[in-house]
């Protein structure tokens, strides 16, 4: 393998763009703050360069199922199209100030154009939400079905389950007043301990993460899957 | 906008809604169109939105204002990216990658600790003296059996996490305390998560049953049930 | 065989369950209980907090959500904008900075200004408030912006040049409006990651943005309680019900509010199911035994 295509060079690229960024927060070095700001809008601008990659990979899946005619083809169409009509109409305008009364012509473009607006509020808004909105009727099957009190710990977890079930629904509340203190104190306390504990361990985590990068013992984001 | 466009608007939204709460009755063209239109889309304005970031504060004030000609340098490593695709070049997309990787790691590492390790320590250090038994008005705040259960609570479900030591003695106590906690506090978790889910279902029913809408509802309804039933009936009789 | 009663219990249709969630959801909808929905603290301190910004106050409004959890960040966005601009109102030295780290909050935060009448037609737009628009790059983006505004943010929502908006002509860093504001209150309304963990890396700890309000989905809540036990976050505005009991403090009942009573006739159904399902269990396992 040629020397400039080997691992140690992204590794050691990695360890001292980390080391700089702790380095000028802990030293605080005044000379070094507006390299420091210039360096992270740099990174900025390369890490948005990144967007075509969805796409890209896109194209690569559902042109070859338009060309090929696999299954559910004819769907792949209108995703091809209202992907490339969304990124055409949201090109941003070129005019130096819009004008007040945004997108009156076709020329002027961007994602306050009035037919980006129609598409975003009335097409992928109702499908985002709906889509996750299925979980609703998933969660009250699950529960229904994988709910159960098998053993002590089964049982703890369905009784905080349902007091907190009962805290949320005003109608419980309606019922006694207790439940709002009982579910208060359940999120307030029990919760908070097992969420802090849990956070205590993600800080943990990714300090370990960050060290092991750091060394290179970290490279499976260098793979890339391609 | 013109009321001919909010009915037209009106209706759309109507249509993709119901299309995709046909999917609980079962999986069908209706909810595969509309999947499909929700990818293109997203991916649409994902893009519309990042060129439009790049050309007002990269393209623009390095070629029009003639400023931070060194963004020049960020354009070239952005297009490296893209040597993803290409098996000869594949090495050169572990340069911005790396860059990228080794500044998020550096900003989050040198205040993780602060934020999300030491402040949750310090948390947890409550008072057990000048603080009431037990405040029946502030039911989670600070009060000795609250501060006592917080205590061993936290401590218990790091003990419970910690799988590298044996678990005997104190520690196992410990560990017996976490496990009762997680218990606890992951149903209380479950409760909120169903009264999540079921704030985006009401969220999109509500805007169905809207009084504007409920014609629109109405028909597609009509419409995409008749559809689906009919494919399932001309099915049916196939397989017969 | 025909079923057992118990057996029955523990196997009902999922289509069953799916058409009663769907109806006792569009029920109380169109005719409607009025429950009334009890505030809990955290909701109250978080109401608190924004009613005690000062005059000369800055108010840093971040909507960092998608369009999915639109049915819960929906109702909290817009209950904080009518409390902010109605705040302003009253306090006209208060300033307000909108943004976000996903793309799809600030698309939402534009159309609910232009329901306010506000935005790029208003003629105050630049002078008491302005609309940023999208920062990318979730993490790294929170720390290029407070470092350097006026490049990471070059442009407003509206294309116009950040350097002839009178509020933020002078702010060009986020210490800049630490120094000039001495209350800064940063409300984020939020859904998942980029979220208030790397908020506080990256704006609490370096430049001490010490007052944090958070409105997050129901799904969320239990991760933020730490940083309300710590002190690190004021409160929390807690999914649909806590969009809703904010809806009563400000006085303007919306959708959060329709939504209350769905909401509980749903949460029955869930403990109903459940119990019938444990039921059916036990019945089931104590034939077995016998």
Known sequence: MAWYKRMEIPIAITTVFALYMIFEYFFNVPALKPVTSSLLVFVEIMGVFALGLGFISILMVHVPNIRKKRLYWPYSIPLLILMFFLTIIGLPTWAPTPPKEYGTSLWILGYLHPWFQFLYLNVIVPADATIFSLLAFFIASAAYRAFRARTKEAAALLLAGVLMLLKNAPLGTAIWMGFADIGTWLIGIPNMACMRGITIGIALGTIAIGIRTLIGRETGYFRGGG | MPEIEVIFASWVAALLTLAVFSFIYKENPWFRFVEHLYIGGTIGYNMAFNIDWLVKNAFIPVFVKGQYYEYVLAFILGLLWYCRFSKRFFWLWRFPLSIMVGTGIGLAMRTVVMAQFIEQIRGTMLPLVGVPIWDPKRVAGSSLINNILIILMVIGTVSYFYFTVERKGAFKIGAEIGKWTIMLGLGAGFGNTVMARMSLAISRIGFLVKPEQQIAFLILAIVILGTIGYTSWTEKKKAA | ?290
């Open chain 3, 1 to 290: 065989m025909s079923k057992s009663v118990w057996e029955r219990m523990m196997d009902v249709d999922r289509r069953v369950i799916y058409l009663l969630v769907f109806i006792l959801i569009m029920w109380p909808l169109v005719q409607p209980m009025g429950l009334p929905v009890p505030i809990a603290s955290i909701t109250k301190s978080v109401y608190d907090a924004v009613e005690a910004v000062p005059d000369g106050g800055m108010i840093l409004f971040s909507a960092d959500h998608g369009f999915a959890s639109i049915g819960e960040n929906g109702p909290q966005l817009w209950g904080f904008m009518q409390q902010v601009f109605d705040l302003q109102a009253r306090k006209p030295g208060i300033r307000i900075i909108f943004f976000g780290f996903w793309m799809e909050g600030t698309l939402i935060t534009d159309t609910y200004l232009k329901n306010l009448g506000k935005g790029r037609a208003d003629p105050n737009y630049g002078k008491t408030y302005a609309n940023l628009g999208w920062i990318p790059l979730a993490e790294t983006g929170m720390a290029v912006w407070a470092a350097d505004i006026h490049r990471t943010s070059a442009k407003d929502m509206y294309g116009n040049d950040i350097g002839t908006l009178p509020l933020m002509k002078d702010l060009k860093t986020l210490k800049d409006i630490v120094d000039k504001y001495p209350h800064v209150l940063f409300i984020t309304v939020e859904s998942g990651t980029p979220g208030l963990p790397e908020f506080l890396r990256q704006w609490q700890e370096p430049y001490n943005i010490r007052k944090i309000v958070v409105a997050c989905t129901a799904v969320s809540t239990p991760g933020m309680m730490p940083y309300v036990g710590t002190g690190q976050i004021i409160g929390v505005v807690d999914g649909l019900s806590g969009a809703a009991q904010y809806e009563v403090l400000i006085r303007k009942p919306g959708e959060a509010s329709a939504g209350t009573d769905a909401l509980s006739m749903t949460h029955f159904l869930v403990i109903a199911f459940v119990v019938i399902g444990n039921i059916g269990y036990f019945a089931m396992k104590g034939r077995k035994v016998s």
